[in-house]
């Protein structure tokens, strides 16, 4: 049995697809978008998608955002990142999560899906959010990030997260 990653082989190694996504703040409320589009259609959360070639985090970050709401990142804090293992798929995906309070332009619909501003102790009693948001909504709009973590999604679906704010540092479960 073939073990590592090394130089010589990329058997066995992940492949992981990036995904950033920007939480716009404006005093109480999140900006969200209700998805129009697999993934998540129907769901609610922040805007987001994948990284393109040649772009870095921040730079699809800020496309993402316009894209999805016709507002643009001024600037942007790092919030966090959360590493997705879907059972039975050789891609993983890693979500690198952005704060911004610092934007310009109006939110407007896209054909990623319809926006709104929301209250964010509202966003979590709403039945339509998607799971990951909720999770994250502690750390990231509350001030606990960066937030670091993973989700185990097994084949039927069901989620197993691990989340940490900043300064906790457990060590990785054994599998």
């Known amino acids: 049995m073939e073990r590592g990653c090394g130089m010589e082989s990329w058997k066995g190694c992940a492949y992981t697809a990036l995904i950033v996504f920007g939480y716009l703040v404006r ?5 969200i978008v209700r998805r ?3 993934p998540y259609k129907g769901q609610r959360t922040v805007p987001g998608g ?3 070639r040649g772009e870095t985090l921040r730079e699809a970050a800020v496309r993402e955002v316009e894209e999805e709401t ?3 990142m001024r ?7 959360l590493h997705a293992l879907v059972e039975g798929r050789d891609m993983e995906y890693l979500s690198v999560y952005f704060l911004s309070r610092d934007f310009e332009g109006e ?12 209250d964010i102790d509202e966003s979590l009693t709403m039945e339509d959010m998607h799971p990951t948001y909720l999770r994250l909504v502690p750390y990231i709009l509350k001030g606990n990030y960066p937030v670091e973590g993973s989700v185990r999604i097994s ?12 300064g ?5 479960e054994a599998r």
């Open 36 to 38: 129009a589009n697999e």
């Open 70 to 72: 016709g507002c643009r």
């Open 50 to 52: 994948r990284k393109q």
């Open 168 to 172: 906790e540092h457990p060590a990785p």
């Open 27 to 31: 005093g109480n409320k999140v900006l």
């Open 75 to 81: 600037s942007m804090e790092y919030a966090g990142m």
């Open 107 to 118: 939110p407007r619909d896209s054909e990623e899906g319809t926006v709104e501003w929301m």
């Open 155 to 166: 084949a039927d679906g069901e989620s197993e997260y691990r989340l940490f704010g900043p």
